[in-house]
Every structure is written in structure tokens, then in C-alpha cells.
């Protein structure tokens, strides 16, 4: 297995601009999520999903959006990146419900000019 | 809200000596609590998961505690070793499927 994987590593975009972070995982995970990580302020939900068809608002969903057509992927969108967007994003997976062990992507680390 | 805590922010000691990370939570009321290690430009890998009905879990030299009563956790780490030089992060599941992270503790072992 793979384990969840994202895309890209790093990336870099204009005020405005607008993208998809990939995520994907081949253990069948039912639950999954994504986090950002800021320096002094810890990892905070953004949105999560507990099945195909189902998601919802974390602690900070303000300007994100997702989708979960399949229990493989959950992309995150940026509608219109912002310079307060900056930060390294994680995605995770949990077999079953969110009570189980988290398992972690390797992060991708974007910046917003 | 569910606030995490994690004392003390930064911890440096020499190789061999046996350690002891702090996490503390506001609302007792959760499902789960699990520990991480980050290394640095990496993603979170998970050390241990103690549920809510659980009072520690062991894996090799760490063991980590949970009084829930008290919005308390501790990892413990035995004989540490420059490997084990990461950032320790503690989580808890609480309702809403929401896990709360603290700011962890950067661990350096010093050979």
C-alpha cells in the first residue's frame, strides 16, 4: 500500500489564484481529513468527510472547499488563495470512523504571494 | 471548545536519560487521545492511540498515560536516543469527529 499520498510537495501562487491539493489513499479508509499546520497555532481541522458523498466543516473552512466522490480522494480547492493561506497542508485517513488511528500524508507546503 | 496543551514547548536532554511529555485537555468528554512524532519538513506518524475507556498503552519504550478525570496525558520515553530528536504532538477526539491538536514539544536527544 501507498498510504495516503498528496500532491503536490510544494507549491507557490499569485493572490487570486485558485487550486486543487490532491489526496489519495489505497487502504479503503472511510474517514478522511485535512489540516493546515501554522507556526504557534498547531494543526486545525479545515474539512473532513466520514464517507463517500459526505462532508463537512472543521475549525476553519473559510475559503476552502471539498468534494468526496470516491473513498479514495479528497481534494481540498482554493477558491481565490490569499496571502493568510501560507501554510503547510496535511491530509489524514482513519479506518472506519474518526475514532481509529490516524494515518498522515506527507504535507504539502504552499505559499501565497 | 477543546483546548490542548502541551508542557513543555521545547526539551533538550543527553542520550540515555528517561523523559516525560505532558498533555493536558479542557473537556473531559472525549473518545480518543492519540500521540504523534513529526521530524522536521514531514508529515505526523502515529506513536500510540489510548482510547477513552483505556488508562495507558505501550509500544517498545514509550508508554503513554490517560487520566481523563483530569485532562491529563503523558508520554513517557525510556532510554532516549538521538532518534527519537522529533516534535511530539498529542491529539483528542472529541464530538463531531474533530481532533484537536496541541503545539507540541520539540525533542532533542543529545549524544
Known amino acids: 500500500n501507498a498510504g495516503v499520498t498528496q500532491t503536490p510537495k510544494f507549491q507557490v501562487l499569485k493572490t487570486g489564484q485558485s487550486m486543487t491539493l490532491q489526496c489519495a489513499q489505497d487502504?479503503?479508509?472511510?474517514?478522511m481529513s485535512w489540516y493546515r499546520q501554522d507556526p504557534g497555532m498547531g494543526l486545525r481541522l479545515i474539512h473532513y468527510?466520514?464517507?463517500?458523498?459526505?462532508?463537512d466543516q472543521g475549525e476553519v473552512p473559510n475559503g476552502y472547499n471539498v468534494s468526496r466522490s470516491t473513498t479514495e480522494d479528497f481534494p481540498l480547492r482554493l477558491l481565490s488563495a490569499a496571502p493568510s493561506q501560507t501554510s503547510v497542508y496535511f491530509c489524514?485517513?482513519?479506518?472506519?470512523?474518526?475514532?481509529?488511528?490516524?494515518?498522515f500524508g506527507p504535507g504539502t507546503r504552499l505559499t501565497v504571494l | 471548545k477543546q483546548e490542548v496543551t502541551q508542557i513543555p514547548a521545547a526539551l533538550s536532554v543527553p542520550e540515555g536519560e528517561n523523559l516525560v511529555l505532558n498533555c493536558s485537555f479542557t473537556?473531559?468528554?472525549?473518545?480518543?487521545l492519540q500521540w504523534f512524532r513529526q521530524d522536521p519538513g514531514k508529515g505526523l506518524t502515529s506513536l500510540l492511540l489510548?482510547?477513552?475507556?483505556?488508562r495507558e498503552q505501550t509500544s517498545g519504550r514509550l508508554n503513554a498515560s490517560l487520566d481523563k478525570s483530569s485532562g491529563r496525558s503523558t508520554l513517557y520515553i525510556a532510554a532516549s536516543q538521538p532518534g527519537d530528536s522529533a516534535t511530539y504532538l498529542c491529539?483528542?477526539?472529541?464530538?463531531?469527529?474533530?481532533?484537536?491538536f496541541g503545539e507540541g514539544t520539540q525533542l532533542t536527544v543529545n549524544p
Open positions: 489524514a485517513s482513519v479506518p472506519g470512523g474518526a475514532e481509529g488511528e490516524q494515518f
Open positions: 487502504m479503503n479508509h472511510e474517514y
Open positions: 468527510s466520514v464517507g463517500a458523498g459526505i462532508t
Open positions: 473537556d473531559s468528554a472525549i473518545y480518543n
Open positions: 489510548i482510547q477513552s475507556s483505556q
Open positions: 491529539a483528542v477526539l472529541a464530538s463531531g469527529s474533530r481532533l484537536t
